[in-house]
């Protein structure tokens, strides 16, 4: 069972930006595609951000599309979701989670992940 470790959450004004990690404790990273996922209050988890195995396919919600990137650094075993531009409705905790059937293609679906991190918050208020 993969652990996934997220941070970088916190307290940003709207417009401002912010960086989560997620360190995966897989001896080979690419062997797994990873998803960012959030959930506010009240609200349902929804998928928002993945990024494929092989690193060549990247998916993105319409609410974040443009606006947040998420990248790779395989020597560190770490995913990134830059968030830019960040909006009082980003505010959510935010998961990670990996997925190790799919190397092409990535979903932003959470059923299709087996491991997740416990979250980190962001809360985008002025």
């Known amino acids: 069972q993969l652990q996934l470790v997220e941070s970088g959450g916190g307290l940003v004004q709207p417009g401002g930006s912010l960086r989560l990690s997620c360190a995966v404790s897989a001896t080979i990273l690419e062997h797994y595609s990873i998803g960012w996922f959030r959930q506010a209050p009240g609200k349902e988890r929804e998928g928002i951000s993945c990024l494929s195995a092989t690193g060549s396919s990247t998916n993105y919600a319409d609410s974040v599309k443009g606006r947040f990137t998420i990248s790779r650094d395989d020597a560190k075993n770490t995913v990134y979701l830059q968030m830019d531009s960040l909006k009082p409705e980003d505010t959510a905790v935010y998961y990670c989670?990996?997925?190790?059937?799919?190397?092409?293609?990535?979903?932003?679906?959470?059923?299709?992940?087996?491991?997740w991190g416990r979250g980190t918050q962001v809360t985008v208020s002025p």
């Open positions: 989670a990996a997925d190790p059937r799919l190397f092409r293609l990535c979903l932003l679906y959470d059923v299709a992940y087996d491991d």
